[in-house]
C-alpha cells in the first residue's frame, strides 16, 4: 500500500478516523430512526411530519457518504455494519412500541442533540489534538446540519404550545421585554 503523505501522522489520522466511526455510527443509526418515524407516523401531522423526515433521512444519507469517504480520504475504512454501528454509537435504539407522533420528535431532537454535543468535541479533538483542520471544518458543517434538523424538529414540538402572540408560555423572543 501507498503511504500517505498528506500532512498528518499515521497516529493523527488513526485517531481522526476513530472519531468519524463514532459519528458515522450515530448518523446511521439516526438514520434508520428517521426511516422508521417517517414510515409509522399517524395523526393529523402526518403529511407534514412524512415530508420533513423524508427531507433529514435523505440529508442523513448523503451526509453517511461523506463521512465514510473522509475516513477513506484519510486511509482507513469505515465502519459498514449493522454491529459496528451498534458497538460505536452513542445513540439508543428506543425498540419499544411506537410512540406517538410528538415523541417521535422529541426522540429525534434528543438523538440530533446528541450528535450536536459530540461533533462539537470532536471538532475540539481534531483541531487541538490531531491537527487536522480540514476534518475539523468537515463536522462543523455536519454539525450546523444537525443544528438546523434539531432547530425544525423543536419548532414542531413548540408549536403546541404558542401563546396567541407567538411566544411560548416560557420563554420569550430575545431582546423583548
Not at 89 to 117: F, G, Y
Amino acid at each position: 500500500m501507498r503511504s500517505i503523505n498528506i500532512g498528518l501522522t499515521e497516529q493523527q489520522r488513526k485517531g481522526v478516523c476513530e472519531l468519524l466511526n463514532n459519528d458515522l455510527a450515530d448518523a446511521y443509526l439516526l438514520l434508520v430512526k428517521t426511516k422508521k418515524y417517517h414510515w409509522d407516523v399517524v395523526g393529523p401531522q402526518f403529511r407534514s411530519l412524512h415530508e420533513l423526515w423524508e427531507e433529514h433521512y435523505q440529508i442523513l444519507t448523503a451526509n453517511i457518504d461523506s463521512i465514510a469517504e473522509r475516513v477513506r480520504a484519510l486511509g482507513y475504512f469505515p465502519v459498514g455494519t449493522m454491529q459496528g454501528f451498534l458497538q460505536l454509537t452513542s445513540l439508543k435504539e428506543n425498540p419499544e412500541n411506537l410512540p406517538l407522533a410528538t415523541q417521535m420528535v422529541s426522540k429525534l431532537v434528543d438523538d440530533h442533540e446528541q450528535i450536536i454535543r459530540n461533533l462539537r468535541e470532536h471538532i475540539d479533538k481534531c483541531a487541538d489534538d490531531f491537527h487536522d483542520e480540514g476534518t475539523a471544518d468537515f463536522l462543523t458543517g455536519l454539525m450546523e446540519g444537525h443544528e438546523e434538523m434539531a432547530w425544525m424538529l423543536r419548532s414542531f414540538i413548540e408549536g403546541e404550545s404558542l401563546q396567541a402572540d407567538g411566544r411560548t408560555p416560557e420563554k420569550t423572543a430575545v431582546g423583548v421585554n
